[in-house]
């Protein structure tokens, strides 16, 4: 029987094996296999930073992310586990990869001073279901000519389920030590890839105080994400209402005009008369 063992999946464990300062190098080592583009030496200074991010004004949504990098020339990093499959996702990558832009610059600020942003996120489930590969980046081109407007912003969604057994992705042992699920598997993947020892010691070294201050900060993530959802159902329910009573607004007055019709008909009503003062269709007239 295969004994079980504390998957990288699990919040508190991912944020100790790659949002941790002292855990950096295996941060450093996976964003290298992944982003081949970024100079070697800008991973000299890989700095976690903190992951809320607030707003400009009080009343706007205030973000929590799982991880937040900065490299040595500035580029804004984060990387999401993202386990379950949620509603509007793609809103909310989009909306976090934004606002790491926005927040770089403050009041007397020149827009030369953005630097790059990446967000990496990583699914546990199928998020892009048109798309075949399991690595997929996303920027800002021209959907003519495919030419680049800026390097500002990348997304880059990773997906396990669609990870094939044998691959020579650089990124590849990777996202197997993400799917690693008992003690087994980690000894398996070791064996190939013995440069991800250092994560696999990280995941099995993480001290139960560790996990339970992790996971705190995590409930209180959650418990935001609750509440947002609470309130995109309430939006939605809102929605759903205004809708249903502008179709019965519709259904009504198309009752009516047909009413008019009915009686413009009975009083021998030229039909091309009645088309132009009630907007209805020639065929619907006649059948009446």
Request: aromatic content about 8%; glycine content about 2%; some cysteine.
């Given at each position: ?7 990288p ?21 996976f ?20 992951t ?10 205030t ?30 990558i ?41 690595i ?10 495919n030419h ?10 990773l ?10 992705q650089?990124?590849?042992p ?5 799917k690693?699920?008992?003690?087994e ?36 993530k ?19 209402a ?26 021998g009503?030229?039909?091309?008369e009645?088309?132009?003062?009630t ?7 006649e059948?009446?």
């Amino acid at each position: 029987m295969k004994s079980r063992y504390v998957s990288p999946l699990n919040d508190a464990v991912f944020a100790h094996v790659f949002g941790e300062q002292r855990n950096i190098n295996n941060t450093r080592e996976f964003l290298k296999a992944l982003l081949d583009e970024i100079p070697e030496d800008d991973y000299d200074k890989l700095t976690v930073k903190n992951t809320v991010l607030k707003p400009a004004f009080r009343w706007r949504k205030t973000g929590i992310v799982d991880i937040l990098l900065n490299t040595k020339s500035g580029r804004n990093i984060q990387i999401e586990m993202q386990v379950q499959k949620t509603k509007n996702l793609r809103n909310r990558i989009v909306f976090y990869a934004t606002r790491l832009i926005e927040k770089q610059l403050r009041r007397g600020n020149n827009y030369s001073e953005l630097h790059q942003v990446i967000s990496i996120i990583i699914c546990n489930h199928i998020l892009l279901e048109e798309e075949l590969s399991y690595i997929n980046v996303y920027e800002l081109r021209n959907a003519i000519n495919n030419h680049p407007f800026t390097d500002l912003l990348k997304i880059i969604i990773l997906e396990l389920p669609k990870v094939p057994k044998k691959d020579n992705q650089p990124v590849w042992p990777w996202l197997q030590f993400f799917k690693c699920q008992t003690t087994e598997d980690y000894e398996m993947l070791l064996k190939k890839h013995p440069k991800l020892k250092s994560a696999v010691e990280s995941t099995h070294r993480a001290t139960f105080g560790e996990r339970l201050e992790a996971t705190f900060f995590l409930l209180d993530k959650q418990r935001r994400d609750l509440r947002a959802w609470k309130q995109e159902v309430r939006e939605e329910a809102r929605e759903d209402a205004k809708l249903e009573a502008r179709e019965e607004a519709r259904e009504e007055a198309r009752k009516s005009l047909l009413q008019v019709a009915r009686k413009m008909k009975a009083r021998g009503r030229p039909l091309d008369e009645i088309v132009e003062d009630t907007g209805l269709s020639k065929d619907i007239i006649e059948n009446l």
